[in-house]
C-alpha cells in the first residue's frame, strides 16, 4: 500500500462513503475525518446547551471500528451479543468482528442443563464468568427428548428418539445431520410390512471375537440406551473438515465419521475405549485397561493404529481421560470414584462419587510417563464433553489447579435419569468439593460443559 | 513495510498513513526548499536550516538517553516533548526515529494537549522497562481457525514462579486509568493514533471490564452514547439472540 499525503487521504475518504466490511482501510480513515467536527461540535454543544436529563446526548467521542473490535475481542459471548446492540457503529463492528472470525476463541465454558420446568426445548446455560444462567431455545426435535453423547467447540453430539445423532450448537441453532445409526458396523435395520424402518438389529461382533450372543433386537429409541457412549468433534486442519469419532458398544469400539460423509467408518480390532483426543492427523485415545492407542489418519486412505503406552497403574473404581496439555504433553486422567455403593441396604439409595483423580503426564516424542499431582495454573474440564486443560491465567473465572467435572457414566446418566448427578469442581490441593451451581434443575439430559461458539459451520448436509 | 506483515490484520496500513502525514510534515517544516518532498519515501534534509534548536540527530538514536527529546504538537498548537526512550513506546515515533525524521515537530492533528499529556506520561512511566519484542509476543488474541492445540511460547510448562509486574506498574495503571469516560476515549484514540500497543491495550481492557455483564442501557449510560436505533429496530436486533438479552 503505497503512502498517502494529507490530500490524498481527505479525497480517499470522500470516496469511500461506502461501507465494506473488509475493508479495514475505511474503517480508521473514514471515522478519524468524520471525527474532526463532531468531537468538537459536541464538547461546543455540552457547553452550550447542557444535555437533558431524559435523553442520553453522546458526548463521548466516537470510537474507530478497529478500536470498537478489540474492545470486544476480550468479552464472552453474551456481552458481546449485548455489546452489539448499542447503536449503530458499534454493531457494525460486532458483526465485522463476527464476518471476520476475530472474537474472542477462548470464551469460558459454561454448563449446559435442562429443566422441566422450562420446556422440552429449553437448555440453560450457566456461565461461570458471569455466576447466572441464560435460557436458550432450541432445535427440534426436543432437547429434553434427546441424549447428550458429546460437546467439542461448541456443538453439541445429540441422540434422537430414532437413536440417529446430530451436531446441535446451542448459541447459533444451526443443527446438522450425522451419518445414520445403520451404516454403523454393527446396526442393520429392520422393515415393516409396509417397508418401514420400524426396529434395528444390534449384533454383538468385536474386532476381537464374533459376538457370543446372537443379534439383539431394538426399538428405535431404544437403540440408543445400548450402542451410544461418546462422541467428539474434531477440526482438521489439513483437509479443512471436521471429523467426528463415536465410541459406541458393544465393548466400546470406535467408528468415525467426516461431516458431510454418509456413512460410519469402522475402526477395528480394539475396544474399551473411553476418551480420546486428535491432533495434527494423530487421534489419541485411551483404554479402561490404562492403554493408550494412536491412530494415524495423516498415513493415507487406510487408518493404522499402534499401543504406544501401557500403563501399569489401573484402577478399578473409575474411568479414563485424554486431553493435550497447552504445554505439549499429553495428560492421562484416571477419575477414581472411591465412595460408592451399588448395592445399598434396602431403603437406601445407589450413590457414586467422585473422590479424587490421578493425573499422569506423557511425553509422545521420549515415551515418558509421569505422575503429577498438581497442575499449577492449569485446569481440567472433564465429563461427556472432549476433555479440555485450560490456562487459568486466560480465563480469569477459572480456579487454578481445580477439575470441573460432570457425570458422564453412562450406568448414571442413561440407566439411572433420575438419581443426583456426580458433579462438581474439585480442588486438587486437598480434594475437597464445592458445587458449580445450587440450583434443582433436570437430570436427564445429563448435565454437560460446553464452550459457546458463535461460528457456522455452512456445511452441506445441514437439515432442519 | 514490516506492518503489512502483521498476522492479526490490525492496522495494517494506518500507521503508514500517519507516518507520512508526519513525514510530509516534518519534510514541510524543514526550510529547505531544495528538498522536492517526495511522497513515497521521504527523509528530510538532516539539517533544517531554519527549524527549532534541535541538533542533528545520530542514525541509531532511538537508545540514546542523552539524545533531545522529541517535540508533539497537538491540535491546539501546544507543544508537548517526549523523551526519546519514552517515545519507543510508540510505533509511529520509533520508526520515525528510525528514519531520522523526528527532528522538528511532529504534529498530532486530532489530539488535544490535555490528553498528549497523559500519553507522554504513560510512556515516561512505562518507557524504561519496555521492550517490544517482549510486548509482541504477550499478545495474541487471535489464533487462526481452526483452534489449534499448539503450544505457544507464552503457554510454557509453569515450573518456577515468574513475577509478571516486577517494577509495580500494574497499580500505577489502575491508577493512571481511573479517567473519565470522555477522557478515556480520547486516551485510546491517541494511543490508537499514535500506535502505542500497550496503552490501546490498557485502555481497551478498561472498557471491556466496564461492560461486561451490563444491559444496553446501562452501557449507553455509562459511555454516554447516543441511541440511534428506533425502538422496532432495536427489538428487530435483539430478536437473533433474545436470550442474551433476557434477565
Redesign the interface.
Given at each position: 500500500m503505497e503512502l498517502c499525503s494529507v490530500a490524498s487521504i481527505m479525497s480517499l475518504g470522500s470516496l469511500a462513503i461506502q461501507r465494506t466490511h473488509l475493508c479495514s482501510l475505511v474503517f480508521r480513515v473514514l471515522p478519524k475525518l468524520l471525527g474532526f467536527t463532531p468531537n468538537s461540535l459536541k464538547k461546543l454543544c455540552k457547553d452550550v446547551h447542557p444535555p437533558q436529563s431524559e435523553t442520553i446526548v453522546g458526548t463521548s467521542p466516537d470510537l474507530t471500528q478497529d478500536i470498537l473490535m478489540d474492545i470486544f475481542a476480550t468479552l464472552e459471548i453474551p456481552d458481546l451479543i449485548r455489546a452489539g446492540a448499542i447503536c449503530p457503529s458499534w454493531h457494525s463492528a460486532y458483526t465485522s468482528l463476527q464476518s471476520l472470525e476475530l472474537y474472542k476463541l477462548s470464551q469460558t465454558p459454561c454448563l449446559l442443563y435442562t429443566s422441566e420446568s422450562a420446556g422440552d426445548s429449553s437448555a440453560y446455560l450457566y456461565s461461570l464468568s458471569e455466576k447466572r444462567s441464560y435460557r436458550l431455545t432450541l432445535p427440534d426435535p426436543p432437547i429434553r427428548t434427546r441424549c447428550l453423547i458429546g460437546s467439542s467447540h461448541g456443538w453439541l453430539v445429540a441422540v434422537d428418539e430414532r437413536s440417529e445423532m446430530h451436531l446441535v450448537n446451542p448459541i447459533t441453532c444451526e443443527q446438522i445431520a450425522l451419518p445414520s445409526v445403520i451404516t454403523i458396523e454393527q446396526v442393520k435395520p429392520i422393515f415393516n410390512d409396509y417397508g418401514f424402518l420400524h426396529k434395528y438389529e444390534l449384533s454383538w461382533h468385536t474386532g476381537m471375537r464374533a459376538g457370543y450372543n446372537s443379534p439383539s433386537i431394538f426399538d428405535l429409541d431404544k437403540l440408543r440406551d445400548e450402542l451410544h457412549y461418546k462422541a467428539f468433534v474434531f477440526p482438521d486442519t489439513s483437509t479443512g473438515t471436521y471429523m467426528v469419532v463415536l465410541i459406541h458398544n458393544p465393548k466400546r469400539q470406535l467408528s468415525f465419521a467426516r461431516v458431510g460423509d454418509n456413512k460410519w467408518t469402522w475402526l477395528p480390532p480394539h475396544d474399551l475405549y473411553e476418551d480420546c483426543t486428535y491432533k495434527d492427523g494423530m487421534l489419541y485415545a485411551v483404554t479402561a485397561t490404562g492403554e493408550l492407542h494412536a491412530f494415524d489418519f495423516s498415513s493415507g486412505p487406510v487408518v493404522t493404529v499402534e499401543m504406544i503406552l501401557q500403563m501399569r497403574n489401573v484402577y478399578d473404581c473409575g474411568y479414563m481421560y485424554v486431553v493435550q496439555a497447552p504445554w505439549g504433553d499429553l495428560l492421562l486422567i484416571w477419575r477414581l470414584c472411591e465412595d460408592h455403593d451399588l448395592e445399598p441396604e434396602p431403603g437406601a439409595s445407589v450413590f457414586w462419587n467422585t473422590t479424587k483423580y490421578k493425573i499422569y503426564e506423557f511425553d509422545i516424542t521420549r515415551s515418558k510417563l509421569k505422575e503429577i499431582d498438581c497442575l499449577h495454573d492449569h485446569v481440567l474440564f472433564l465429563g461427556h464433553n472432549q476433555s479440555l486443560c485450560l490456562s487459568a491465567e486466560e480465563y480469569p473465572s477459572l480456579k487454578a489447579n481445580h477439575v470441573y467435572f460432570t457425570d458422564d457414566n453412562v450406568f448414571w446418566t442413561l440407566r439411572l435419569k433420575n438419581n443426583h448427578r456426580d458433579m462438581g469442581i474439585l480442588n486438587l490441593d486437598d480434594n475437597s468439593k464445592e458445587e458449580v451451581v445450587s440450583q434443582i434443575f433436570s437430570n436427564f439430559p445429563a448435565p454437560i460443559w460446553i464452550t459457546p461458539d458463535l461460528r457456522k459451520m455452512n456445511v452441506a448436509s445441514q437439515v432442519d | 513495510m514490516d506492518s503489512?506483515a502483521d498476522p492479526k490484520?490490525?492496522?495494517?496500513?494506518?500507521q503508514?498513513?500517519g507516518?507520512?502525514?508526519a513525514?510530509?510534515a516534518a519534510a514541510a517544516a524543514s526550510a529547505t526548499a531544495a528538498a522536492a518532498p517526495d511522497?513515497?519515501?521521504a527523509k528530510p534534509k538532516p539539517k533544517p536550516s531554519s527549524s527549532s534548536e534541535e541538533a542533528k540527530p545520530e542514525p541509531e538514536a532511538e537508545d540514546q538517553a542523552e539524545m533531545p527529546p522529541l517535540v508533539l504538537v497537538a491540535e491546539d498548537g501546544v507543544e508537548v516533548s517526549i523523551s526519546r526512550r519514552a517515545a519507543r513506546m510508540s510505533h509511529m515515533l520509533r520508526l520515525l526515529m528510525e528514519d531520522s525524521c523526528a527532528d522538528g515537530p511532529i504534529p498530532a492533528p486530532?489530539v488535544h494537549s490535555d490528553i498528549l499529556d497523559l500519553v507522554v506520561q504513560y510512556c515516561e512511566k512505562h518507557g524504561p522497562y519496555y521492550d517490544p519484542e517482549a510486548s509482541e509476543r504477550a499478545r495474541n488474541?487471535?489464533?487462526p481457525?481452526?483452534?489449534?492445540?499448539t503450544?505457544?511460547v507464552s503457554?510454557?510448562?509453569?515450573v518456577t514462579y515468574v513475577d509478571p509486574d516486577p517494577h509495580g506498574l500494574k497499580d500505577w495503571d489502575k491508577d493512571f486509568i481511573s479517567l473519565d469516560?470522555?477522557t478515556l476515549?480520547?486516551v485510546?484514540?491517541a494511543a490508537?493514533y499514535l500506535n502505542i500497543e500497550d496503552l490501546?491495550?490498557l485502555g481497551?481492557?478498561t472498557?471491556?471490564d466496564m461492560?461486561?455483564?451490563?444491559?444496553?442501557e446501562e452501557?449507553?449510560?455509562i459511555?454516554?452514547?447516543?441511541?440511534?436505533?428506533t425502538p422496532e429496530q432495536?427489538a428487530e436486533?435483539?430478536k437473533e439472540?433474545a436470550?442474551?438479552?433476557?434477565d
Open positions: - | 503489512t490484520g490490525k492496522r495494517p496500513l494506518y503508514e498513513d507516518l507520512a502525514y513525514r510530509a511522497e513515497e519515501e486530532n488474541p487471535f489464533p481457525f481452526p483452534v489449534e492445540l503450544p505457544t503457554s510454557i510448562k509453569p469516560n470522555s476515549f480520547e485510546i484514540l490508537n490501546l491495550d481497551t481492557t472498557v471491556a461492560m461486561r455483564g451490563k444491559k444496553p452501557i449507553r449510560e459511555f454516554e452514547i447516543e441511541n440511534d436505533y432495536e436486533l435483539r439472540n436470550w442474551a438479552f433476557e
